[in-house]
């Protein structure tokens, strides 16, 4: 399809201008004339009137003023009514006609128009790229961005018509009424309403409110009986009715030259479409045509004879007769041979005999030259795999996940941010769920590895643990595990994880968006075992913790164990407090390094909102404000001063006093010492753990709970008077790019601990948005830190959840993706057991075993650990038997398949693949091996006895056979009797496996018929009578012999027959 430009070419200008000059105009039609003809038509009419343009005519300057309202409509194979001519002479007479044209009609030749009902403003559309037809469906708006509210633009009331291809339906009254049927039920489910359907010419007319995708899906084609050649027809009748001027030499484009024998026609695809996406993709690339001896195209033949007749008819039948046929898709079907002879193109490919009735066209093509230059790192190495259009615009293809996250699409890479494209380029992309183990410099360290997953892993499974055995799937005993903890060595427990943690941080070239993620990480820590944690008093546990008193509270020591149990709440505010001194102090600093050495009232409350009460005097005292220094030494404390401090800025006001003599930071600081912080605050932006310390210090009396602390800035929050406790990440701009919040979408870890501690309820309803990856990082697929402290927490009896799957199978996911499947593992035995799913943790522990049992296989130690988790040995054989099946290592799959008790399994591939192979290479003890451990099983095994029973029949009658020291006429008819029963189930086998047994098996059954032949024929040697071989003989012609071997047996039988007859005849 031809690129559109933004506006109309300036020969409709000129045109209009020769309207304007009173100068007589044709009619042409209303779907001749588009911007390329009517620059070519007119100056040729010019020349034959001899009219000369006046370029300064102020007419025509008044229409280049609004010439850019004009609609654009370039494509050939497109027309609208009223023309373009048409819509600019009436622009011109009258003003403004463009935002109101009734009944504007848009359509494509062969496939239908759409009819735009009333008034319609069509100023500044580019038709090309609004309105799109194709084989029985029409598109308007196809993104759905640039769409416009109902009613306006093109989205608005419509009447549709869709011409479809169909059979004849003369005379069979039955099948129209049902296409008619169908049609009218097509149409109501997708909001439209049914008008008509005309069986003679196909036109099928509906109605439309408003615009999205209208027409037949290829299912609804398939219902209806389409016309399967009407298409190919429809072509040839257009190019052997088309009448030429010059020579009779067609023009040939390259959206008509229907390629019968190539790839896009034989996989069933429209040849049309492919061009038109070729040329949309490579613009610049000039194609080649040429025939069958070796000639220049007729295209480019009758491109140098273009000035030998007039432009506008040749426009005007270059759109008349290049109409795109609607190509009918059909079923691909296989390739009959490649024709490397008689032909001077090698490797043409002949189509089947339902595409031969179409006459060939060749062309040389050079098929799609994909650039390649958007190359995609995959594990070491670049994506160049690129298909043909025909796979890529067939229903095979789709966007694929693979294991370890591997992504499969044929679109724009996933980090892509510019607009999508269409392409050919098969990319393969990894998704990054291993970044958290990965520097600065985008290279996994194995020590974050460690730090982030076999630590913290290898901790938890130090801590007690209780188990629950479950019977999953059948007979199996599956051994699910739960940490149970104290809140006596809670802190021990959160001091480790935070080892584990300044460890991590101890790696050099951490990216100081993940170093600000490990600190919070460590914060988080120490306020569970803030908010969790007991003490023991006189032998009963209390809910507090005063273990490192010096290290969380500072300058309060480790006084006598013999608390009063009634300053305990105060204590575990106390510690409280100092958390949040901690967690904002970095903040703090950083602001006060932004100040000028002049701002000291500022200093002092930025100061304040971090409760550095010690550097505030001393700063106030040092610059001789003595008096400030005072009252800010009994900041927070007794609510007398809070009081007096209010009662005197209230008389301040009531007397009238005029405070512009007073600093505005000083009155900032007397607001906060009143207790007033949201007058102290003002219009200042504060992050949301200073507004609660600035709460809990300066505004709640003293002696507040920690519960009701937390409530009260709930209740604030609610009201929209305190800042939002947005994820760290975010309030600390640890993130580049823009993050998409909104007002309580997500909070942040540390205030959903707080609601926890403050929850009364039995039930905490907001544990699914507390642990997921956003509320503590920017990576939304890291939740290896999440995991363990729900762990911790359900441990110590702060929740109870069996609702937090997700966060289990994320956990999961990305221990999967970076090859540790043994914890993950660990990690399913930890999710809580349900009853309405009791197999949840067996069906996923098998999907592990199954998908990455190459990993866990390979390593020892990791096959040990799962096997010390209690997984049931059946699984790991099972799953090792199906690896070793798909890499074809037959006989370690049988083993395996006989380890885990699939006999029927161990039974198939020991008699179609491991049992010749080893007989053959006379290995009869492994096979006597094999055989005899299914053998105590063979009632679960179907033909058994056709399979390896015989076998063993083989061996047993082979030792039996020789047993036999002398002749002996009764032993010699058993054993006729035992090799006639063995031939017959030989030959039972042979019918029953039939194509599945190889060659070699069918071998392996002539080597055993032939060894218990010779050793029949010998039994007895020279004191066997002739009637006695001659028996032997007949034993042995029902064995599964070859032809040369029967030969052989007869020869010796016609031998032992007529010295039979010499005998009696003497």
Not at 757 to 779: C, P, Q, R
Request: aromatic share 10%.
């Amino acid at each position: 399809m031809a690129s559109t430009s933004s506006a109309p070419s300036p020969g409709i200008f000129d045109k209009v201008c020769v309207v304007r000059n009173n100068v007589s105009l044709e009619t042409y039609g209303g779907s001749d004339f588009d911007t390329g003809t009517l620059s070519s038509y007119l100056p040729s009419q010019c020349k034959k009137r001899r009219i000369s343009i006046d370029m300064y005519n102020p007419s025509c300057w008044a229409f280049r003023d609004i010439k850019a309202c004009l609609p654009v409509l370039h494509s050939s194979d497109y027309f609208m009514e009223p023309s373009l001519l048409d819509l600019a002479a009436q622009e011109l007479n009258v003003p403004g006609h463009c935002c109101h044209v009734q009944n504007f009609t848009v359509g494509r030749f062969g496939y239908g128009c759409v009819k735009f009902l009333g008034e319609t403003d069509i100023r500044w559309l580019e038709l090309d790229k609004v309105i799109k037809f194709d084989r029985h469906r029409v598109v308007v708006y196809e993104d759905e961005t640039d769409k416009p509210a109902i009613g306006e633009g093109l989205n608005k009331a419509a009447e549709v018509t869709l011409v479809l291809q169909i059979k004849p339906l003369a005379d069979e009254r039955f099948k129209l009424d049902k296409i008619v049927e169908k049609l009218k039920i097509i149409t109501e489910k997708q909001g439209a309403r049914f008008v008509s359907f005309n069986p003679l010419n196909g036109e099928w007319k509906f109605l439309v409110c408003h615009f999205s995708r209208f027409g037949l899906s290829e299912d609804d084609e398939d219902d209806i009986i389409m016309d399967e050649a009407a298409a190919a027809h429809h072509l040839e009748e257009q190019n052997g009715g088309e009448l030429f001027e010059v020579d009779e030499v067609p023009q040939i484009g390259p959206d008509v030259a229907v390629l019968s024998h190539s790839l896009p026609a034989h996989l069933g695809l429209d040849p049309i479409k492919m061009q038109e996406m070729r040329m949309v993709m490579f613009p610049a690339e000039e194609e080649e045509t040429e025939d069958f001896d070796g000639t220049f195209s007729l295209e480019k033949q009758s491109f140098s004879r273009e000035f030998g007749r007039p432009a506008l008819q040749y426009s005007s039948r270059k759109m008349s007769h290049r109409v795109s046929p609607p190509i009918v898709r059909k079923t691909p079907q296989a390739l009959l041979e490649y024709n490397m002879k008689g032909s001077d193109q090698p490797g043409n490919i002949l189509m089947t005999r339902q595409n031969l009735s179409i006459v060939p066209r060749t062309t040389k093509v050079k098929g799609f030259q994909l650039d390649l230059k958007d190359e995609t790192p995959v594990t070491g190495h670049h994506s160049k795999y690129a298909v043909d259009a025909g796979l890529f615009m067939g229903r095979s293809f789709r966007v694929g996940w693979g294991p370890n996250g591997v992504l499969v699409h044929c679109g724009n890479p996933v980090s892509s941010t510019g607009p999508g494209v269409l392409s050919s380029i098969v990319h393969v992309e990894k998704i990054a769920i291993n970044k958290v183990v990965r520097d600065e410099n985008n290279k996994v360290k194995e020590e974050l590895n460690d730090c982030c997953f076999a630590s913290p892993l290898s901790l938890h499974k130090s801590i007690s643990h209780e188990t629950m055995e479950v019977e999953v799937e059948g007979s199996f005993r599956l051994k699910l595990q739960k940490v149970v903890s104290d809140r006596l060595v809670l802190p021990e427990i959160c001091r480790s994880y935070i080892d584990i943690i300044e460890k991590q941080l101890d790696v050099p070239c951490l990216s100081a968006s993940a170093r600000g993620v490990l600190m919070h990480q460590v914060m988080v820590w120490e306020l569970i075992k803030v908010l969790f944690s007991a003490r023991e008093i006189s032998g009963h546990s209390i809910s507090v913790d005063v273990d490192d008193e010096e290290d969380m509270m500072g300058d309060k020591k480790d006084g006598s164990p013999d608390i009063d149990p009634e300053a305990l709440p105060f204590v575990r505010r106390a510690q409280f407090s100092y958390w949040l001194q901690e967690s904002v102090c970095h903040q703090v600093q950083e602001e006060i390094s932004c100040l000028n050495e002049s701002c000291d009232l500022e200093h002092i409350f930025l100061l304040l909102t971090g409760r550095q009460l010690d550097v505030a005097v001393e700063l106030s005292a040092s610059r001789g404000d003595v008096r400030l220094a005072c009252l800010l030494s009994q900041a927070g404390g007794s609510t007398v001063n809070r009081s007096d401090m209010a009662r005197q800025l209230d008389l301040w006001r009531i007397n009238g006093l005029d405070f512009n003599f007073i600093e505005k930071d000083r009155l900032r600081l007397y607001e906060l010492l009143a207790g007033n912080i949201q007058g102290a605050l003002q219009n200042s932006k504060i992050d949301w753990k200073r507004y609660l310390g600035l709460l809990m210090w300066y505004q709640l009396p003293p002696d507040t709970s920690l519960s009701a602390i937390i409530h009260t800035y709930q209740q604030l929050l609610d009201a929209g008077k305190a800042p939002y406790p947005i994820p760290v990440y975010i309030d600390e701009g640890l993130v580049e790019e823009a993050v998409d919040l909104s007002d309580g979408d997500r909070f942040d870890l540390a205030y959903y601990l707080m609601l926890l501690h403050a929850n009364e309820e039995s039930e905490f309803g907001v544990l699914k948005t507390m642990f997921s990856a956003f509320s503590s990082t920017f990576d939304p697929l890291d939740y290896h830190m999440l995991w363990h402290q729900r762990s911790v927490l359900e441990a110590v009896g702060a929740f109870c959840s069996n609702d937090l799957h997700v966060l289990d199978m994320s956990f999961v996911s990305q221990l999967l993706c970076l090859g540790q499947c043994h914890w993950a593992i660990y990690v399913v035995l930890h999710m809580p057991y349900r009853d309405d799913f009791p197999n949840l943790q067996a069906t996923v522990i098998r999907e592990i075993l199954f998908q990455y049992c190459e990993s866990w296989s390979s390593q020892e130690r990791h096959h040990q650990f799962i096997k010390d988790l209690g997984v049931p040995s059946a699984w790991l054989h099972e799953a090792m038997a199906v690896y070793f099946h798909y890499e074809g290592d037959l006989l370690k799959a049988l083993e395996h398949f006989v380890e885990c008790s699939n006999w029927q399994k161990a039974h198939s591939i020991f008699v179609t693949s491991v049992a010749h192979s080893l007989f053959l290479s006379a290995k009869h003890l492994e096979i006597w091996r094999l055989a005899v451990s299914m053998e105590e099983h063979k009632s679960e095994i179907a033909n058994w006895d056709l399979g390896a029973g015989i076998y063993i029949s083989f061996y047993v009658l082979k030792d039996s056979i020789r047993d036999g020291a002398m002749y002996d006429p009764d032993s010699l008819e058993k054993n006729k009797a035992s090799c006639r029963e063995f031939f017959d189930r030989v030959n039972a086998s042979l019918a029953v496996w039939g194509s599945r047994l190889p060659v070699d098996a069918r071998a392996t059954y002539s080597v055993m018929a032939e060894e218990l032949c010779t050793i029949l024929i010998s039994d007895g040697g020279e004191a066997a009578t002739y009637e006695d071989q001659l028996s032997c003989f007949e034993t042995m012609f029902k064995a599964p012999l070859p032809e040369d071997l029967h030969e052989c047996h007869l020869q010796d039988a016609v031998s032992a027959f007529t010295c039979y007859l010499t005998e009696i005849a003497s």
